[in-house]
């Protein structure tokens, strides 16, 4: 299985496929999954969905999304360190599951692998599974280390803000544009330091000021705020609309933060299948975004995050994986796919 699963990553990587553009991905994993023992098809915004086992049987579904950011890096493999755009964020973690879900011995439970397009935030693709999928149990695939174990990721509001002022001298004591954005910025700030219950990062509002322009007369911003569970999203809207005052704003992503249940099925089969290797699993909550954030407030089902890699290598110039953590993901995951397929079973019968 090592040499066709380091294959299998590797052809994948070899694919550009920037977020919005995994078409030829998608038809890669179509054309493949077959020879892995799946049935695949592709659905109408593009996810590819790979199902074996038990068609009535209860349903344990692994999600990965299929894109990366825009810039394709060199695909070259030194020792046993692959380098390539996607070997971890996330098609190593994929292609974990892919091989994983082939090998593993799941009688009377059917598996689903999805690889999902887009951005978890504003893709259609894990939206689109969300609406026409079910799932008993499901895992997320993104890079947390071979033995960590994700289940708890922020969510994120998006924020637009335009603010026109008349045009006056720079002498003049009239706020500009330029100021009043400033000011905004400042406010959010504040707000979200002032509701910081703790000094945790997960438990604590962000925010990023991502984009900014603009004049005496016409100024802009883009402020994003990652948000811990708990946040009072109402409440933070009207702060905003009264911190605007005359500007306009627009809030262009509301997703939602998720923290899962430590002693649900899901993660407690993957720990077990880290320790089973030697390891002592570690469970983490991350500032970012997943698709959990997306699938589980929609499911309401038993999930975790699992997949090999360094996430601090996402989206850098330095991203790789080591393909001897790759193999060992693969056995961890088959280990916990087979463990929860055992319970699903019981609870059936």
């Given at each position: 299985m090592t040499a066709r699963a380091e294959s299998l990553l590797r052809r994948m990587v070899e694919i550009p496929s920037p977020s919005g553009q995994e078409a030829e991905l998608a038809a890669f994993l179509a054309r493949e999954l077959p020879e892995w023992g799946?049935?695949?098809?592709?659905?109408?915004?593009?996810?590819?969905?790979?199902?074996?086992?038990?068609?009535?049987?209860?349903?344990?579904?692994?999600?990965?999304?299929?894109?990366?950011?825009?810039?394709?890096?060199?695909?070259?493999?030194?020792?046993?360190?692959?380098?390539?755009?996607g070997t971890v964020d996330a098609k190593g973690p994929l292609a974990t599951m892919i091989c994983a879900a082939a090998a593993a011995e799941t009688a009377g439970v059917q598996?689903?692998?999805?690889?999902v397009t887009e951005e978890e935030t504003f893709g259609r693709g894990a939206t689109h599974l969300a609406?026409?999928?079910?799932?008993?149990?499901?895992?997320?695939?993104?890079?947390?280390?071979?033995?960590?174990?994700g289940i708890g990721y922020k969510g994120?509001?998006?924020?637009r803000y335009d603010v026109s002022r008349p045009a006056v001298h720079t002498a003049s004591p009239a706020e500009k544009a330029s100021e009043a954005a400033i000011a905004f910025w400042n406010r959010v700030a504040d707000y979200c330091e002032?509701?910081?219950?703790?000094?945790?990062?997960?438990?604590?509002?962000?925010?990023?000021?991502?984009?900014?322009?603009?004049?005496?007369?016409?100024?802009r911003l883009t402020v994003a705020v990652r948000t811990p569970p708990g946040f009072d999203l109402a409440d933070f809207e009207r702060f905003l609309g009264e911190a605007a005052g005359d500007a306009v704003l627009k809030?262009?992503?509301?997703?939602?933060?998720?923290?899962?249940d430590h002693r649900g099925?899901?993660?407690?089969?993957?720990?077990?299948?880290?320790?089973?290797?030697?390891?002592?699993?570690?469970?983490k909550l991350k500032t970012g975004t997943a698709d959990?954030?997306?699938?589980?407030?929609?499911?309401?089902?038993?999930?975790?995050?699992?997949?090999?890699?360094?996430?601090?290598?996402?989206?850098?110039?330095?991203?790789?994986?080591?393909?001897?953590?790759?193999?060992?993901?693969?056995?961890?995951?088959r280990d916990a796919l087979e463990r929860l397929a055992g319970e699903l079973g019981q609870a059936e019968g």
């Open positions: 799946f049935t695949a098809q592709l659905d109408e915004v593009g996810n590819v969905i790979a199902r074996r086992g038990a068609p009535e049987g209860p349903v344990i579904m692994l999600i990965g999304h299929m894109d990366t950011v825009p810039d394709q890096l060199p695909v070259r493999q030194e020792g046993t360190v692959l380098h390539g755009r598996l689903v692998v999805a690889g609406r026409t999928q079910r799932a008993d149990v499901a895992i997320v695939g993104e890079p947390n280390g071979w033995s960590g174990v994120r509001v998006v924020v002032r509701n910081s219950p703790s000094e945790r990062a997960f438990e604590r509002p962000i925010p990023t000021l991502v984009e900014m322009g603009g004049t005496i007369e016409e100024a809030i262009d992503d509301r997703t939602p933060p998720v923290r899962v099925p899901a993660v407690r089969a993957l720990c077990a299948g880290i320790r089973a290797r030697g390891a002592r699993p570690v469970l959990l954030n997306i699938l589980e407030p929609a499911w309401q089902v038993p999930m975790a995050v699992y997949g090999p890699g360094d996430s601090s290598l996402d989206h850098t110039s330095r991203e790789h994986i080591d393909l001897t953590e790759y193999a060992t993901a693969i056995d961890v995951l």
